[in-house]
């Protein structure tokens, strides 16, 4: 299985549908990796008639009709050479093996501090993720998908949320995918987003996964070169091609 198609169980969405093996997300439009089509296979039609279909489903919910795609694929290609050449800024899809990851985490992360691991959603978590978008959609994308889904949050001595993060495992291929992942503006460049991977990379491994990976926004230079320090490549470069409207 692809890294593409494993990366899909591992993020959330309010409403889906299908279309053959065309997975469709809607989310409010909150995220883009949670409001576009998946293409995961073979769409049952030719690709301008499947692309009809994105369009409506996409307009009947009030989006913009968006398809992920991987940058430079043939299917990339071929719906840009249909017109559809708009797209957003593009990320990478990086993986890892996981327990040397987890090694290198336990020989830098500070060890006398640990997050605290969660299976729901903490309270707090959306006063330092997307800080006051801690709305029903949002909560939703975070919380639901096909995988066992856990949250971490570090604090500090009173309590207050610090650094947060997100783990979606899943078994089948045992793979753990981390998200969601922010440091407070006040809390940055003392260590904590390394805690908070070391604690759900060790939690994952205890939940036999493997192999981790994680999306990155291609100028985010810090994130990539912490990424880089623990075994991360790219995997690809995808983005969503945003359907035009005629």
Known sequence: MDLQ???ATGWGYVEHGYIGEWELRAAGGHTS?????L??????MPLPETLEA???WFLQRGLDPRVQTVDGSSLDQAIAALGHTGSDRPALR???PLLPALEILRATADPGRKAEITA???ADYFTVYRRGLGIPEFAAILTTGSAEIAFAVVRGDDGEA????RVAIDPATRHAGIAALATAEHARRQGLAR???RDLLAFSAGHSAENTYLEVEEQNAPARTLYESLGYTTAHRYHSRLLSLR
């Open 94 to 96: 990086q993986s890892a």
């Open 39 to 44: 293409p995961l296979g073979d769409s049952g």
């Open 162 to 165: 610090l650094s947060v993060g």
């Open 33 to 37: 990796r949670a409001n576009c089509a």
């Open 5 to 7: 198609t494993i990366a």
């Open 195 to 197: 805690i908070v991977l």
């Open 54 to 56: 994105v369009r409506e």
């Open 120 to 122: 729901e959603l903490p």
